[in-house]
T-cell receptor, first 113, second 109 residues
Framework: DGGITQSPKYLFRKEGQNVTLSCEQN?????MYWYRQDPGQGLRLIYY???????QKGDIAEGYSVSREKKESFPLTVTSAQKNPTAFYLC????????????FGDGTRLSIL | EDQVTQSPEALRLQEGESSSLNCSYT??????LFWYRQDPGKGPEFLFT???AGEEKEKERLKATLTKKESFLHITAPKPEDSATYLC??????????FGKGTRLSVIA
């Protein structure tokens, strides 16, 4: 089945620690996205990539980093510089064609220990 | 600035009580209006794409419609399993979609 796989489902971070969230897709989509979702805030865009080896900052990129070395994979690192990392993180992908929807994974919930 | 606004924030319906959710948008060069359903602890699930004013799409008890300024998601005779957050998003070419904050729908048996 084609889809987007996010792992782990739950993740705990200690103070001063970097953690990496995995996102893999087998939909052959060019574009991939990372969002953060907090209660009452809706989806906020962290980073996106439309092609391998290239990515752009979204609205709330500070304290996060990404890489896009393969078309299928777009990992997100939450660095120690992100002071309020507790949230639900969603990865999405999309075919680069006019009017195509984004498809989402089932998310990773990150909490602070 | 491109913007998508959804109303109401929350809606509570009795089973069988039909209603509509609103999504108003100010996006230049709209390339698709998208509706998603999100269950707690899950990622949004794609429902519909609408491309032009006057277009309608249906799926079971849901019907989405589009005008030049807003979209409606009509829910006919809802059931408790329709309870979820419904998200609306506007497309602008190949740039990321602009999402609204969603409407939390609760359907009570």
């Amino acid at each position: 089945d084609g889809g987007i796989t996010q792992s782990p489902k739950y993740l705990f971070r200690k103070e001063g620690q970097n953690v990496t969230l995995s996102c893999e897709q087998n939909l052959n989509h060019d574009a991939m996205y990372w969002y953060r979702q907090d209660p009452g805030q809706g989806l906020r865009l962290i980073y996106y990539s439309q092609i391998v080896n290239d990515f752009q900052k979204g609205d709330i990129a500070e304290g996060y980093s990404v890489s896009r070395e393969k078309k299928e994979s777009f990992p997100l690192t939450v660095t120690s510089a992100q002071k309020n990392p507790t949230a639900f993180y969603l990865c999405a992908s999309r075919d680069i064609g006019m009017g195509q929807p984004q498809h989402f994974g089932d998310g990773t919930r990150l909490s602070i220990l | 600035e491109d913007q998508v606004t959804q109303s109401p924030e929350a809606l509570r319906l009795q089973e069988g009580e039909s209603s509509s959710l609103n999504c108003s948008y100010t996006v230049s060069g709209l390339r698709g209006l998208f509706w998603y359903r999100q269950d707690p602890g899950k990622g949004p699930e794609f429902l519909f794409t609408l491309y032009s004013a006057g277009e309608e799409k249906e799926k079971e008890r849901l019907k989405a419609t589009l005008t030049k300024k807003e979209s409606f998601l009509h829910i006919t005779a809802p059931k408790p399993e329709d309870s979820a957050t419904y998200l609306c998003a506007a497309g602008r070419g190949n740039t990321p979609l602009v999402f609204g904050k969603g409407t939390r729908l609760s359907v009570i048996a």
